[in-house]
């Protein structure tokens, strides 16, 4: 693999592989009422690892991220290359049941341009899951159950 953004900025050793993606997807699994077969994506998917986890779960996944590293991380699932404050996503109309982002929107110059492309990609009555760091409370330890 070549050495670009994600293996240097989140190389395993600042940034290891743990257990939080696989408890932070079946929490949001329960949470958000998710279902086997749905057709979820995720924007900035970067080493991939919390669409492993939810294609556990049975969700159809698929990623898109700026990085080329991160179609290399990807084993099990489709990652296509698209900036997306810049390009529209490569998809259809109403293609997916789910898009989920963590820590990715707050990156972006223009959010509104992402969020009018991730409502396009949405079916009707599909869920956008964003989720962003607290930044007024980094330290606060979140507990699953």
């Not at 969700?59 to 290359?81: H, K, M, T």
């Not at 404050?85 to 049941?97: A, C, M, S, V, Y």
């Amino acid at each position: 693999m070549k050495h670009g953004y994600l293996s240097v900025v989140y190389d395993e050793g600042s940034h290891p592989f743990t257990e939080y993606p696989k408890l932070l997807c079946h929490y949001l699994y329960q949470s958000f009422d998710l279902k086997v077969g749905m057709k979820m994506l995720e924007p900035g998917c970067g080493r991939g690892e919390f669409l492993d986890n939810f294609q556990e779960l049975g969700l159809d996944v698929q990623g898109v991220d700026i990085s080329p590293e991160a179609v290399e991380f990807a084993s099990n699932f489709i990652v296509d290359l698209c900036d997306v404050e810049n390009e529209i996503l490569p998809f259809n109309d109403n293609t997916f049941d789910i898009v989920y982002s963590k820590s990715f929107i707050e990156h972006l110059h223009k959010p509104e341009k992402y969020l009018t492309e991730a409502f396009r990609v949405l079916k009707p009555g599909g869920k956008l899951i964003t989720l962003v760091p607290d930044f007024e409370r980094p330290y606060v330890k979140v507990i699953f159950k």
